[in-house]
């Protein structure tokens, strides 16, 4: 059983050890782990009787109280996002030797680093799959402005579970703010992996965004297919070693150029983006095999090529059954036909035989009579009807089966391409949601902020004076942030926005949410209230932003001449032409929204293309629908030809 010592100037060390009661409500059961930074321990919640896991770190770290905060902070606000692919934190905390601590989901599985080495590189499927799930945990910690900035291999951690395999949680989040400086520099010196970090981190810790979590996931990706890594700590200039062979075309030029570059702005610029680009080669990686991998565009063909094959085949084995069984029943009608001559001829002799024997008895005057002759009975005709109908009967089996696999395979394709919009509207759903959540977080913070609180009470100037040196709000890229000020029971009024320049935002009272349409885009409006002072003044914060609907729009593109998102007004164009100038069926489907949102029901319409046709089968169902009309007509006239001659 390890143990971890840790020590403090003012107080005397303190020792860890399996059975401690931690804060009164953790009691240590044994340690999972150490390093560098501290100690891992298997604890139980005494409360609740549930495990967890508890890091320590040590007090020789040499960070100070600030520090200690904002990684306590942002590791609570990262694992309280609620996201399946980012490990939960449930509480934080300092040790009786001031030492902090941090409380996470127990975890039972293995390190990313480890399994890639141990199996010597990922197949390329599962690396993609596990990419994506990164991805889409960094996408949301990045929709709440927390930035990982020391993510390597060591710090993803892979579940198998009955429901899914290879189930992805990222670690370590606030390590880079542990040392005291908001963006994650140590003195000017970054924190972390060197050989996974962007090179304007190395350079400028500072200017370090979530275009360096980018980078680091495209170091990730490249090392779980090579099981090495793209550069070492010192050479970044000469491209890194090919990735093995049988990798789909297209996806080391995808890793160097958009997820390592070295320049930031030619990086992906969100995980969104990242999640979008990487998608078809998933795809093709779960349909692909021992050929290798076919092109994006050629993988529903070929299915469906090779069940039209088969139909085909089947639909002409049955034609030449039944020409086959045609020439039986020929045969067996010449053998009846001659059967009943040889028994007509039979019956002549027999017939002669009385004759030749009254001749006898006249001759020879004798007054015995003749014995009565028993003549054989004649043998049964054999007819043709019912092969004739047999026949007919495969014959029209097998066209109905060669229209019925046609119109499956029509089927088929209508469903690929619904299933794709149906992954396109939870895209959609998702991206809005992520950024009403990371809008809510902006918006609260900037309604706690103590200096706007007493400054509310003053006028316009004073607080345009507070955003112009950037103590209330730095916007992004098309947001609008817009203050309100109330005082007692009137209606709010607006006394700041920024940038000032901006188009007005309608007051917000309370933490409402909106989802509007504005001009060719969709913005996020939520609300955040401020605290009455002592005066009896109060307000409220609004703020604006934009859903960045790039990486959906050249998704839709892909299966989809036309697609529209309606429920928002006039319906807001996302690819191609209008509905009514595009021709093709049309598919509506459902975006799954909050459900304190106000906003009613939205969703995305798309006209497609018709499912192709395949000639060859119905054109081999029609052959044998009229081989079996044939057949039925030979049958119809022996059974005419039988009447007549009966």
């Keep these: 059983m390890g143990i971890l010592v840790t020590t403090d100037s003012s107080r005397r060390s303190a020792v860890i050890k399996a059975g401690d009661l931690l804060d009164g409500r953790y009691r240590i059961v044994r340690t999972i782990g150490t390093g560098s930074m501290g100690a891992v321990y298997l604890a139980e919640q005494v409360a609740v009787k549930r495990p967890v896991a508890i890091k320590i770190l040590r007090s020789t770290l040499g960070g100070d109280a600030e520090g200690f905060d904002g990684y306590l902070t942002e590791a609570e606000e990262a694992g309280s996002l609620g996201h399946p692919n980012i490990v939960g934190c449930s509480g934080t905390g300092f040790t009786s030797a001031q030492t902090p601590y941090v409380v996470l989901e127990y975890?039972?599985?293995?390190?990313?680093?480890?399994?890639?080495?141990?199996?010597?590189?990922?197949?390329?499927?599962?690396?993609?799959?596990?990419?994506?799930?990164?991805?889409?945990?960094?996408?949301?910690?990045?929709?709440?402005?927390?930035?990982?900035?020391?993510?390597?291999?060591?710090?993803?951690?892979?579940?198998?579970?009955?429901?899914?395999?290879?189930?992805?949680?990222?670690?370590?989040?606030?390590?880079?703010?542990?040392?005291?400086?908001?963006?994650?520099?140590?003195?000017?010196?970054?924190?972390?992996?060197?050989?996974?970090?962007?090179?304007?981190?190395?350079?400028?810790?500072?200017?370090?965004?979530?275009?360096?979590?980018?980078?680091?996931?495209?170091?990730?990706?490249?090392e779980m297919l090579t099981a090495r890594r793209p550069f070492g700590d010192d050479d970044r200039h000469a491209p890194p070693p090919p990735l093995p062979h049988g990798a789909p075309d297209g996806l080391e030029q995808l890793i160097v150029s958009r997820l390592l570059a070295a320049d930031p702005a030619e990086r992906c610029a969100t995980m969104a983006e990242v999640q979008a680009a990487l998608a078809p080669f998933a795809e093709l990686a779960r349909s692909s095999s021992s050929a290798g991998f076919p092109e994006a565009n050629e993988v529903t063909a070929v299915i469906g090529n090779r069940r039209a094959d088969a139909?085909?085949?089947?639909?002409?084995?049955?034609?030449?059954?039944?020409?086959?069984?045609?020439?039986?029943?020929?045969?067996?009608?010449?053998?009846?036909?001659?059967?009943?001559?040889?028994?007509?001829?039979?019956?002549?002799?027999?017939?002669?035989?009385?004759?030749?024997?009254d001749t006898a008895r006249d001759r020879e005057l004798l007054p015995v009579p003749a014995e009565a002759v028993a003549l054989p009975a004649l043998p049964p005709r054999r007819s043709l009807r019912v092969l004739w109908l047999l026949a007919a009967v495969l014959s029209g089996a097998a066209g109905t089966g060669a229209m019925y696999l046609e119109d499956q395979t029509r089927t088929a394709a209508r469903q690929l391409v619904s299933s794709a919009l149906d992954g396109d509207a939870e895209m959609l759903g998702s991206l809005i949601d992520t950024e009403i959540r990371g809008a809510h977080l902006r918006a609260d913070g900037v309604a706690a902020m103590p200096m706007l609180r007493a400054a509310i009470e003053t006028d316009a100037a004073t607080l345009k004076d507070m955003a112009g040196s950037d103590f209330i709000f730095t916007p992004r890229r098309g947001e609008v942030l817009e203050l309100f000020q109330i005082r007692g029971s009137g209606a709010p009024a607006s006394v700041l926005r920024i940038p000032d320049s901006a188009a007005a935002i309608p007051a917000m009272p309370g933490n409402r949410t909106r989802v509007v349409k504005t001009g060719d885009q969709i913005t996020i409006v939520v609300g955040a209230p401020i605290a009455r002072t002592r005066a009896g003044i109060s307000g409220s914060v609004a703020l604006a932003t934009p859903v960045d609907l790039s990486p959906l729009k050249r998704r839709i593109a892909d299966h989809a001449r036309s697609a529209a998102l309606i429920g928002l007004g006039t319906p807001l164009q996302l690819a191609g032409a209008t509905a009514a100038a595009a021709a093709g069926p049309a598919i509506t489907i459902p975006v799954t929204l909050g459900p304190d949102l106000e906003i009613g029901e939205i969703a995305l319409t798309a006209v497609v293309a018709p499912p192709a046709m395949r000639p060859e089968l119905r054109i081999g169902g029609l052959a044998s629908w009229g081989l079996a009309g044939v057949l039925l007509a030979l049958f119809v006239a022996t059974l005419f030809r039988r009447r007549t001659l009966a």
């Design 107 to 222: 975890l039972d599985g293995a390190v990313l680093g480890d399994e890639i080495h141990r199996l010597g590189g990922l197949p390329v499927g599962r690396a993609l799959n596990i990419a994506d799930q990164i991805a889409a945990a960094l996408g949301a910690a990045h929709g709440a402005s927390i930035v990982h900035g020391s993510l390597s291999s060591d710090s993803v951690f892979l579940l198998d579970r009955p429901d899914a395999r290879d189930l992805v949680k990222v670690l370590d989040f606030g390590v880079a703010r542990l040392f005291g400086l908001p963006d994650g520099s140590r003195n000017g010196v970054a924190t972390g992996d060197p050989e996974f970090m962007a090179p304007e981190q190395l350079a400028a810790p500072e200017i370090a965004d979530r275009r360096s979590d980018v980078y680091a996931l495209g170091v990730m990706l490249y």
């Design 311 to 357: 139909a085909s085949r089947r639909a002409e084995t049955a034609s030449r059954r039944a020409e086959a069984a045609t020439r039986r029943a020929d045969t067996a009608s010449r053998r009846a036909e001659a059967a009943t001559r040889r028994a007509d001829t039979a019956s002549g002799r027999a017939d002669t035989a009385p004759r030749r024997a």
